[in-house]
């Protein structure tokens, strides 16, 4: 209930509603079918990760679970209910057959039969240092058609980025956000936390033609070989930095109002620091749909054959000249 003196604001409205949305756009059309029922799984676990996150430190949910995950990294205890919560979702989905996610070493195989036609890959938590501080954090997910027939094994997911046929990513920010893309289609959804629905605010997204800012680590630059230190020089001189920590919430930003991030390879980090399957080839698909681009400085993200699920890989994404621009220097 909202605090006296305080007005309860609904934000749907008339808007169209993200139920509406899948129904009308991918029901009955047979390259999309059953792609309604991942989206609005997906949207049900995020509505159910946005309440933890803003009673996080009231529900007892923030602190370390003691663990490490497949990454070798610390496990926020946030991580592990996203994790629950999705692989939850879209099992009752009944249109997944496995799931990768990066909290857990295997796929998670869901179901075979020819109903589940589609493969998830998930970071259902990102941004995880900036869980106990208050700041953006969110939740990707690429999702693959499963070739029919095909039986589901552990290594159905090492498919390229360029076979992903969505993408979807949620914001919990200061409002908590939904973005969805399909071939050519990227749209975004507000959650109204009224009535526990999301309603289109961010319609055909396009990427800005004009780069203002850059998002990268600033304190990795002595880590950057000579060419990506001239790149980030370059960017330098052309940009603001704005550099939130999460990826989700940097890509967000850039996306709405013009911009490039870059974790590129460094000495420490020679592979790259984020995860190909599940961060770059989702966000680089939504990327691509909304006009931009995504690259590992020197290969097209979407192109990678993957060797395996939790894989690395640099990631230089965004505003589609810049980028290739940025590349160029890298590269060159
Ligand atoms: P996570 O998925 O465990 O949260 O880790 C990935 C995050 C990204 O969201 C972000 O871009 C990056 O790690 C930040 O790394 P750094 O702290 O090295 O700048
Ligand atoms: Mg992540």
């Given at each position: ?159 390229p980025g ?114 190909l ?17 995504a690259s590992t400085g020197r290969q097209r993200i979407m192109d990678i054959m ?7 890989t640099p990631?230089i ?10 590349v160029?220097?890298i590269s060159?």
């Open positions: 209930m909202p605090a006296k003196g305080c007005k309860s604001v609904a934000v749907s409205g008339k808007r169209q509603t993200l139920n509406e949305f899948v129904t009308s756009a991918f029901r009955g059309n047979s390259q999309y079918d059953g792609l309604d029922a991942v989206i609005s799984a997906i949207a049900e676990g995020s509505r159910q990760i946005h309440l933890q996150v803003q009673a996080a430190t009231l529900a007892d949910v923030i602190g370390v679970t003691g663990e490490t995950n497949v990454q070798g990294e610390i496990v926020q205890r946030l991580d592990t209910a996203s994790s629950d919560i999705f692989v939850d979702v879209l099992r009752n989905s009944g249109r997944v057959a496995v799931i990768g996610c990066e909290e857990i070493e295997k796929p998670v195989i869901a179901g075979d039969d020819e109903k589940h036609s589609y493969m998830v890959l998930m970071d259902p938590l990102d941004g995880s240092s900036n869980i106990d501080v208050a700041v953006s954090i969110g939740s990707i997910f690429g999702i693959w058609r499963r070739n029919a027939g095909d039986q589901v094994t552990e290594d159905s997911l090492l498919r360029n076979e992903q046929v969505a993408a979807a990513y949620v914001v919990y920010g200061s409002s908590t956000i939904m973005v969805i893309a399909t071939s050519n289609n990227v749209q975004g959804f507000t959650l109204d936390p009224e009535t526990g629905s999301f309603a289109i605010t961010h319609p055909d997204l396009r990427i800005p033609e004009v780069c203002p800012y850059y998002s990268t680590n600033e304190g990795n630059f002595k880590t950057l070989d000579e060419s990506t230190q001239r790149a980030v020089t370059a960017l330098r001189d052309t940009c603001s930095l704005r550099y939130v920590g999460s990826l989700v919430a940097d890509f967000h930003r850039n996306l709405l109002k013009g911009g490039i991030f870059l974790y590129p390879a460094d000495l420490n980090r020679p592979g790259g620091r984020l995860r399957m599940y961060e770059a080839n989702p966000l680089g698909y939504v990327a691509e749909q909304a006009g931009g681009a993957p060797e395996e699920l939790h894989q690395r990631l994404l965004g505003n589609k000249d810049v980028v290739e621009k940025t160029a220097i060159g």
